[in-house]
């Protein structure tokens, strides 16, 4: 009789310790689990248990219980759930602890339970958990279609739209826009009416609206879905490090950089106990926002070790524009760009970049091709963003030609980055503008230039915020703020300006005041921030203007 009785009780704390889960009360689950384990342990309570110490961050503990759940469960012959087992331990060991070896000896112990049971949703399960094993977008499309049909077949909620985001996510990385953000909104909208139940399946899900909308810079699809985010209650205390992540990704585009720093905090401290294998995600965003502010140094300092991934890389280069180190930002923007997909509208900020460096290197039929090329991608992808980096990229090479085409480029420009929800890009076109209208049009570019200016520090952008006031200072306006970097020239740099006004290219800069080749391209570059110019062409008629005014007054 005592021990029926005992086994209600366990019944009911088990039945009990699934509601928690499902309502993300990860310490009352627990309990739960815990104190039905101490009536009986069962593969039940294995399973429930190791659920809640996973969500509580208790991953060598975790591991421990999942692995007796497997056990207990494959001693009952119960395939399915044991292959279910398998599954979870291997994300555990290769997303937490980064042993791919072992993660994937449990996909495949989960793959041979499940080769003699009939076909059942578990099989779709499986399927799907491929995919974190490849970067391949074909074929993590493969994977999702085929769980999403094994899905449909067995009424599996979850895992239906669980398939769907995957399927949603892999079209946008293959430049797929449109049709992957309409699979991925009908997934988020299985979500927020509540069809799809597993916390699992929820996380996946945001994250890779999350991913997705990072990778197509759609801030506003991810604003409007993330309205919502309070009704997945999990979002504080479950929602791994790596959504957090894309999310901190978003918060920079959007400039709310002191939020996009939070989130990407917590990812990192998360990442120094577990998701190892994924660890170096947060650090490449904090180092893009530190590109932002004009911290080059930090940022450097935050690639070292991560060279080589694209997305170091680009940061590098990024941060090499910045200092005026132009060769070397040509040659890794180069290396970015090498491989890529003629269409892929990834290509679009780094393309624009290009068109920047070589810019600044008065190589305009360079910047032309790069252009080209820009121009290319967006017409071929139809990318809002792509277009308006095409605009941006044409309304400085127009304005560095002299046609009077620049300021509609880059009028568009900002118009286009401004309904895009992108402060900094539009910020940066409106500075364009400015400089392009400062010629004929003074008292228009003082007007673009300081809400320019005005964005750029409410944004905390310093380097942006130099160059602006630059600008005011170089056509006559005043400001109240004086850039952190901002000096005169040195007596160096007044040589070098002064060979610019000669005519002098780099090499001849350096055979004239024997230094290196690099080191005068250093020297050009420091001239352009400080004058607040886009090219050498316009310091050398600014040198030969001033050249002029002295040989009046004397």
């Known amino acids: 009789m005592i021990a029926v009785m005992e086994a209600g009780v366990a019944e009911g704390l088990i039945r009990d310790g699934w509601k928690a889960l499902a309502v993300a009360d990860w310490d009352a689950a627990r309990s739960c689990f815990e104190r039905a384990g101490e009536i009986e342990e069962t593969a039940e309570t294995l399973d429930g248990l190791g659920r809640a110490l996973h969500f509580q961050g208790n991953y060598p503990q975790a591991i421990e219980v999942t692995e007796r759940a497997f056990a207990a469960y494959r001693e009952r012959g119960m395939t399915v759930d044991a292959a279910d087992r398998a599954r979870w331990l291997a994300f555990l060991h290769g997303a937490v602890n980064s042993n791919m070896a072992v993660a994937g000896g449990w996909m495949e112990r989960a793959a041979s339970l499940l080769e003699d049971a009939e076909e059942c949703a578990g099989h779709g399960w499986l399927v799907l958990d491929r995919a974190p094993f490849t970067d391949d977008a074909e074929e993590r499309q493969r994977l999702a279609t085929a769980a999403l049909a094994i899905a449909r077949r067995f009424g599996d909620v979850d895992l239906e739209y ?156 990024a941060v090499a524009l910045g200092r005026g180190e132009l060769a070397l930002a040509e040659e890794l923007v180069t290396l970015c760009l090498d491989g890529e997909a003629a269409a892929d509208p990834r290509c679009a900020p780094v393309l624009e970049m290009l068109v920047q460096i070589r810019i600044a290197r008065d190589d305009i039929p360079a910047a032309s091709e790069a252009l080209e090329r820009l121009g290319n991608v967006a017409g071929v992808c139809r990318d809002e963003v792509a277009a308006a980096f095409a605009e941006l990229a044409a309304g400085r090479v127009r304005a560095a030609e002299g046609d009077e085409g620049g300021p509609g480029s880059l009028q568009a420009a900002l118009r286009g980055f401004t309904a895009l929800h992108l402060p900094l890009e539009a910020a940066r076109a409106q500075l364009e503008l400015a400089r392009a209208l400062a010629e004929n049009a003074p008292e228009a570019a003082v007007a673009e230039a300081r809400l320019a200016l005005r964005a750029f520090e409410r944004m905390g952008a310093s380097a942006d915020a130099d160059a602006t006031g630059a600008l005011l200072r170089r056509v006559g306006a005043g400001v109240r703020t004086f850039p952190k970097h901002f000096g005169e020239l040195t007596k160096r740099e007044t040589e070098v300006l002064g060979l610019l006004a000669d005519g002098c290219s780099n090499e001849e800069i350096a055979q004239r005041l024997v230094i290196s080749r690099r080191t005068a391209e250093h020297h050009v570059a420091h001239i352009l921030s400080k004058l607040g110019m886009r090219s050498r062409a316009e310091a050398a008629a600014h040198a030969l203007r001033e050249r002029s005014k002295r040989s009046v007054a004397t």
């Open 162 to 317: 669980d398939a769907l985001s995957l399927l949603g996510e892999s079209c946008v990385a293959a430049g797929r826009v449109g049709e992957g953000m309409k699979l991925l909104d009908q997934a988020m909208t299985a979500v927020s009416a509540g069809e799809v139940v597993g916390v699992v399946p929820v996380g996946d899900i945001y994250c890779r609206l999350l991913s997705a909308c990072e990778t197509a810079l759609d801030v506003a699809r991810a604003e409007e879905w993330m309205a919502v985010a309070g009704s997945f209650g999990a979002w504080s205390d479950f929602v791994s490090p790596v959504c957090r992540t894309h999310y901190g990704g978003i918060l920079i585009a959007i400039g709310r950089w002191s939020e996009a720093e939070e989130q990407l905090l917590v990812a990192l401290r998360t990442f120094e106990s577990s998701y190892r294998g994924m660890s170096g995600w947060p650090l490449g965003k904090l180092a893009d926002l530190r590109v932002r502010q004009g911290r080059f140094e930090e940022a450097r300092r935050m690639t070292e070790g991560h060279e080589s991934h694209p997305v170091a890389r680009r940061i590098v280069a």
